[in-house]
């Protein structure tokens, strides 16, 4: 036998053993698509995942021969691992619902599926958000304060997140903190309920100086509460503050506009009898004779003012 025909018959022999390999890889490659079908019409979407995942990569390295298969793993595999994260919101396994969002990201980028990447990466913050309502309403605050800060961190916008964020900072008694996050809150759409929870917080903190008897402070806290709405108290208090300092011409300012948020309050009529005796020392006798006809029918305090109604006539 010649030496070329050797080699023909031996060359004849490799591509038919390559073919039988290639034809055996193809079938293979069938086998492991086709279980994960199966394993995707029996709900088991672990195993389907698992399946395609492999059946991909079997069929890319055939190439050409292996590009339809290929193609609907593609096609499958972003849908299931969405569908799987899916399922763990549904369960209340934030954590874990937000990792496989984040896959679903990166494989639906990958295989072209933007409308699915799209999606899952929109569901990101409202699972998140779901998680941190759950740990607020079972009162843990640092983990939910964390939770709501990741929503933040990827939409620095969300004004819900801030308002909330702000809520478990102050339970926790970081009210910095939560003044902070309310402002945040305040120019991205919930202005209205993030001004009361400051004022709320200043407020405190005012009477607290007031309790203190650090008079300079409790001043100062109550006027800005005053910077979010007017609020009544926060006069009130500043007034009783300025009192005590004996800074009279303030405290008159101050009850006034106390009385004009709240003209009927329950303590009205002693603030008026406080204004006519500070209005009295100032040596405004029209002005303390006002404010004293206005305490007349207090029952602690009337009938000591008619007499010094009776005096400065």
Not at 172 to 179: E, P, S
Request: contains cysteine.
């Amino acid at each position: 036998m010649s030496i070329m025909k050797k080699l023909f018959i031996t060359l004849t022999i490799v591509l038919f053993g390559v073919s039988a390999a290639y034809a055996q890889d193809l079938a293979t490659v069938t086998e492991t698509y086709n279980k994960g079908a199966t394993a995707l019409s029996e709900g088991n979407k672990d195993a389907a995942l698992a399946a395609f995942k492999e059946a991909l990569d079997g069929a890319v390295a055939l190439g050409a021969e292996g590009e339809e298969i290929a193609n609907n793993c593609k096609n499958y595999l972003p849908e299931i691992q969405f569908s799987i994260a899916k399922e763990l919101v549904n369960n209340q396994d934030y954590d874990n619902a937000v990792a496989e969002l984040k896959k679903t990201v990166e494989m639906a980028n990958g295989f072209g599926k933007e409308d699915t990447a799209f999606l899952a990466e929109d569901l990101i913050p409202q699972v998140l958000m779901q998680k941190a309502n759950s740990l607020l309403n079972l009162k843990k605050f640092a983990d939910a304060a964390k939770a709501y800060q990741d929503i933040l961190d990827i939409n620095p916008s969300n004004g819900v997140a801030a308002l909330r964020l702000g809520a478990a900072l102050n339970s926790l008694g970081d009210t910095d903190g939560a003044v902070e996050a309310f402002k945040v809150a305040m120019i991205n759409g919930q202005e209205n309920q993030a001004k009361r929870q400051i004022s709320i917080i200043l407020l405190k903190a005012a009477a607290a100086s007031l309790k203190a008897k650090d008079y300079a402070t409790a001043v100062e806290d109550a006027l800005k509460v005053n910077e979010f709405g007017e609020n009544a108290k926060a006069y009130q208090i500043a007034a009783q503050a300025s009192q005590m300092q004996k800074k009279n011409s303030d405290a008159i300012n101050y009850f006034e506009k106390y009385l004009e948020l709240a003209p009927n309050a329950k303590n009205a009529t002693q603030i008026a009898f406080t204004l006519g005796a500070l209005y009295q020392k100032a040596g405004n006798m029209v002005k303390a004779v006002e404010f004293y006809q206005k305490a007349v029918t207090d029952p602690k305090f009337g009938a000591e003012a008619q007499k010094q109604i009776n005096a400065l006539k």
